[in-house]
């Protein structure tokens, strides 16, 4: 029944994308920072900034075009995923939205203080009616916060007053307030597990792909007749097995492009990089060519007996 009702979803949550590709967030994570799958969020009653590049040369220069709330979806278009597998949550300031009806317009005339442009945003303009709101780049609307220096100056300040005869802080901590900003612009919007969410149609079509890849692979004897099942080697026997005429070189750039292609090699998605003379791997340690070369080397061995 279960599996009936995750069918009938359109959205899946990090939890659900798990089961359905029964797979672990470390994969998820490899996924979207491959750029193999997009990442949408929820949002409500959200006060957000709408901006445009006015560059097209590969340069950046935003201009802001209107203060608005938002409800509904968003579509992450950059972002910091430092987080994603310890915490599950993802940081950006570069969100478009997937539909306009849940937008309300709150102005669109630049009568905010100056210090919003000390964010991303270099200056406002006036944009064509005829520019759909659809077409801006949205993030959370300019709030000024207390920076970590002020955060660690408000905390030490009471201890100084009161080791100062006069009371006063001391000029060392005037001092500080000064070479150090007291404040930063925020435009992060920030969103874990229950705002974080995939597109169904997505999820379903990796699901058939990574169907499809282990189904070629089933019969994996040299890896299988391991005790330990090393994923390495589960790579160098799917590798050997449609390629079994390549040298170790020419295997190891076959599976890099296939790495940043569609891992018909790795379809548990262990790999994060495959770089000179190191591969490395998703929960431990980087593999070296000369590893890979010995591994290759028994694997032959194994199939020419």
């Not at 080791?163 to 874990?192: A, H, W």
């Not at 969410?197 to 692979?217: C, G, M, Q, T």
């Not at 040298?247 to 492009?257: A, F, M, R």
């Not at 790795?266 to 790999?271: A, L, V």
Request: glycine residues 4%; hydrophobic residues 35%; contains cysteine.
């Amino acid at each position: 029944m279960a599996n009936k009702v995750l069918e009938l979803k359109d959205w899946y949550s990090i939890n659900n994308v798990c089961t359905k590709l029964e797979c672990e967030v470390e994969e998820i994570a490899w996924l979207i920072n491959k750029g193999l799958l997009s990442v949408y969020g929820d949002l409500h009653k959200e006060r957000l900034l709408a901006y445009k590049n006015l560059r097209n040369d590969g340069g950046f220069y935003y201009a802001g075009k209107a203060q608005v709330l938002y409800s509904g979806k968003v579509k992450l278009n950059s972002f910091d995923s430092s987080l994603f597998i310890k915490r599950k949550t993802l940081t950006t300031n570069s969100v478009n939205i997937v539909s306009e009806s849940g937008l309300e317009v709150i102005s669109e005339d630049d009568i905010f203080d100056s210090w919003i442009y000390e964010s991303h945003i270099n200056k406002w303009r006036f944009f064509e009616n005829d520019d759909r709101y659809l077409d801006f780049e949205y993030c959370l609307f300019p709030r000024k916060e207390s920076s970590n220096a002020k955060r660690l100056a408000d905390l030490a300040e009471p201890f100084l007053r009161a080791l100062n005869s006069d009371g006063e802080p001391g000029e060392f901590m005037k001092q500080y307030r000064k070479d150090f900003s007291q404040y930063i612009v925020n435009t992060n919007l920030t969103f874990d597990e229950s705002s974080i969410v995939f597109k169904a149609f997505d999820i379903n079509k990796l699901s058939s792909s990574k169907s499809r890849r282990i189904e070629k692979v089933e019969k994996l004897e040299w890896y299988n007749s391991f005790k330990n099942k090393n994923p390495f080697k589960k790579i160098i026997n799917i590798a050997y097995k449609q390629y079994p005429q390549l040298t170790s070189k020419e295997l190891w750039e076959v599976i890099k492009d296939d790495s940043e292609a569609d891992m018909a090699l790795d379809p548990d998605c262990r790999i994060e990089e495959v770089g000179y003379d190191y591969i490395y791997l998703l929960g431990s340690k980087p593999k070296t060519f000369k590893t890979f070369e010995n591994y290759l080397s028994k694997c032959r061995t194994f199939y020419s007996r």
